[in-house]
């Protein structure tokens, strides 16, 4: 009789504990239902702005998600958990599946899609990034897209000019999103939203929080001298409420003379000269070097001018991928390796994959080479901006590599580079430190 007691209380601790939903709904607005499992499970709910049904239903379960997914099952609706106790609910991919029938491939000769990544997060739901190029494809052909189109069709025809221009769109919400970001901002009376709580968790969650409505872009003539050295667009975000509809605008003034792709040039050469020495702590060895990069191609001779020699060859095969090889004197004995790299950029870092190969000759009246070693890194890929006029660069690559030898077993370690970079009128000073399989480098150099 006490085991089943017991039991009895265990049961009903449980279902105390994990907050048993029980609900009836019958014909109910989906608003109306969301709201109420918000109160029963305490959690916050926010919707899109055309977020729109009646639901019919029996609900009893033990948590918030399973209850979601009765709700919405039969719905054009899904939800994604995006914080702490905090879910959205809405249509995320309905727009692209009634366009993609609809698309238009757009190839950039002059604009660098990644100096516009702020404005291409706004456009999300029209417009994909087409990997391993610099080119977008823009879903739909209603007003909206031929909005879309001649904007950035003006960006790709005027990039590079000195022009500054405004852009500006519109996004439509709902209004307990209105209502939420209103609560993250301190000064709850302000139009535009200043507070980093609710600026970071809308642009982190904006294709899903929001529904564009408009895009509008005009060249601004009355420049102030200030404003000529705009770098790249910021976005600034005003909440707007109107006749009982709820939407972000967007506004970013920025200068075109900044969104060229700086690899395109019409030079016949594009020469540039590195002066560095290195120091390495684990092994005690100071190595000077001096480096040459001209056009597509990458030359490095480095020396302690006693015993090690090392000549370094690169030389691009496309926008992203990169070979070469390294020949490297160690001991009486010769090593090789051969190099394969890839780059790929995202909104907001980049990321290196590099696969090198590792080998050595034992006799140079030899033809055979023994394979001893084969490594692959990824690297991350962050870069910051400090000051204004005289711009410095901080850069990190965090990541990691897997190992494989003959002499030993496979091991996975980790990699950690910074650098800072300092520009001059027509040079540049690099301080660079470097953590690979337990190795500490540290170089600095000099770019003319």
Do not use: W
Not at 32 to 55: C, H, M, Y
Not at 290 to 303: R, T
Not at 316 to 338: H, M, Y
């Amino acid at each position: 009789m006490k085991k089943v007691l017991l039991l009895i209380i265990v049961v009903f601790s449980s279902s105390f504990y994990f907050s048993n939903i029980h609900l009836n709904f019958n014909k109910a607005p989906l608003e109306e239902v969301l709201e109420k499992l918000e109160e029963v499970s305490r959690s916050t709910i926010l919707t899109k702005a055309d977020t729109s049904d009646k639901i019919t239903k029996e609900i009893n379960t033990l948590d918030l998600e399973s209850a979601l997914d009765i709700v919405l099952y039969s719905t054009d609706y899904e939800y994604k958990k995006i914080g702490n106790n905090l879910y959205l609910v809405g249509d995320f991919d309905l727009i692209i599946q009634g366009s993609v029938q609809n698309a238009t491939e757009i190839n950039f000769k002059s604009l660098e899609i990644t100096k516009i990544s702020k404005i291409l997060m706004l456009l999300n739901q029209r417009v994909r990034t087409v990997p391993n190029s610099n080119g977008i494809i823009l879903f739909g052909k209603d007003e909206l897209s031929y909005e879309m189109l001649n904007f950035f069709n003006f960006l790709d025809e005027n990039a590079g000019e000195n022009k500054v221009i405004t852009y500006s769109s519109s996004h439509q919400i709902s209004k307990n999103l209105y209502d939420y970001l209103i609560g993250l901002e301190k000064n709850q009376k302000s139009s535009p939203l200043e507070s980093k709580d609710a600026i970071g968790f809308l642009e982190s969650n904006f294709s899903l929080l929001t529904d564009l409505e408009k895009v509008e872009f005009h060249e601004v003539f009355d420049i102030n001298e200030a404003d000529v050295n705009y770098k790249q667009n910021i976005n600034n975000y005003y909440l707007v409420e109107k006749d009982g509809e709820y939407s972000i605008l967007v506004t970013s003034t920025f200068n075109l003379e900044n969104l060229i792709v700086e690899e395109k040039t019409n030079n016949v050469s594009n020469l540039k000269t590195i002066l560095g020495v290195s120091y390495q702590f684990n092994s005690n060895e100071i190595l000077s070097s001096i480096s040459l990069q001209f056009n597509k191609s990458y030359y490095d001779l480095s020396s302690d001018f006693n015993n090690i020699f090392k000549f370094t060859y690169k030389t691009t095969l496309n926008d992203s991928v990169r070979i070469g090889a390294i020949l490297k004197n160690e001991q009486d004995l010769i090593n090789i390796s051969f190099l394969l790299d890839d780059y790929e950029d995202f909104n907001n870092f980049g990321l290196y994959g590099i696969l090198q190969v590792n080998s050595q000759i034992e006799d140079l009246n030899s033809i055979l080479v023994d394979i001893n070693e084969l490594t692959y890194d990824l690297v991350a890929t962050k870069t910051y901006t400090l000051g204004e006029k005289q711009t410095s660069e901080l850069s990190l690559y965090p990541g990691f590599g897997l190992s494989i030898s003959k002499e030993n077993q496979p091991s996975i370690y980790f990699n950690f580079g910074a650098q800072y970079a300092f520009p001059f009128q027509k040079s540049k000073v690099f301080l660079f430190y470097l953590f690979h399989q337990h190795l500490h480098t540290i170089s600095l150099s000099f770019e003319f």
